[in-house]
Nanobody, 118 residues
Framework: QVQLVESGGGLVQPGGSLSLSCAASTSILNIIQMTWYRQTPGKQRELVALITGGGSTNYADSVKGRFTISRDNAKNTVYLQMNSLKPEDTAVYYC????????????WGQGTQVTVSS
């Protein structure tokens, strides 16, 4: 069973930067996609950024040009570099990994809080 552990959240001032990490407990094979989501109270979880097994990336319009998703296969880790943070980026950030064996497998991290406030 793959476990994902996020880290790097915290409190930052508007305009600042944070880097989130999501480390898997074991090597992950047959990755379809690795995704960062975020959620605020009373709202649905929204996709922030994704990177496919082939390395293609995609971003929510609200974070394009400010956030960068990347991964290190050797470390079984996916990253989210967040720059020029805004108060509306405040949320709990979750990582998700989808793999394909005989079926699609979904793994989630526990979430890390990001608060952007002066």
């Amino acid at each position: 069973q793959v476990q994902l552990v996020e880290s790097g959240g915290g409190l930052v001032q508007p305009g600042g930067s944070l880097s989130l990490s999501c480390a898997a407990s074991t090597s992950i094979l047959n990755i379809i996609q690795m995704t960062w989501y975020r959620q605020t109270p009373g709202k649905q979880r929204e996709l922030v950024a994704l990177i496919t097994g082939g390395g293609s990336t995609n971003y929510a319009d609200s974070v394009k040009g400010r956030f960068t998703i990347s991964r290190d296969n050797a470390k079984n880790t996916v990253y989210l570099q967040m720059n020029s943070l805004k108060p509306e980026d405040t949320a709990v950030y979750y990582c998700n990994v989808k793999t394909l064996t005989r079926r699609v497998n979904d793994y989630w991290g526990q979430g890390t809080q990001v608060t952007v406030s002066s």
